[in-house]
């Protein structure tokens, strides 16, 4: 069962920069100071989701890398694609403070 | 000075799979085995672009990689992109061949 729209937005409010966009997609975009490290964010992004085999749109565009989860099987977002959410936040941060 | 569209689309007979899109991008879709295949391709990709420093946009949708190339700042395709769009075909034969 996915979430409720209003499950979706509780969810989101402690899942730093994360919207929902359509009623179906959950959204981020992450922006680098260069395209390489946008590139390795991609990296990790890719571990992640290759452990959860559960795996986000994304496009780089220059230095900004943007990020959509949905469950496409259960019609909606579930707590799989928060709980991805939550550890791309977390790579981006561990990235970001061994800048 | 950018191409004109016909000179695209004589390049681009030479250039496996891309295409010209709304008369200003190059594209092309490429199809893996699986998605760690298809962020590996996207990472010899990354090289390439940088090597260039012209990036193209990006999107990964699970197994298919998509590129989009264009010169923004001359209005159109030039030469890079179409020398660019050659280097990744042959990442991509590469990539391929060694499978």
Redesign the interface.
């Known amino acids: 069962m996915p979430f409720t729209q209003e499950e979706v937005e509780t969810q989101l409010k402690k899942c730093e920069g994360w919207q929902l966009q359509e009623g179906r997609w959950i959204v981020r975009k992450y922006t680098f100071s260069s ?2 490290k946008g ?1 390795a964010f ?2 990790e992004v ?1 571990a992640i ?2 452990a959860f085999k559960h ?1 986000p ?6 230095k900004t890398v943007t990020l959509r989860l949905t469950s496409q099987e259960e019609g909606g977002i579930t707590a799989v694609d928060i709980k991805e959410a939550h550890q791309y936040n977390e790579a981006f941060e561990k990235m970001r403070s061994g800048e």
Do not use: N, Q
Not at 57 to 62: K, L, P, Q
């Open positions: 395209f390489m590139i991609v990296d890719a989701s290759e795996y749109f994304i496009t780089i565009d220059y």
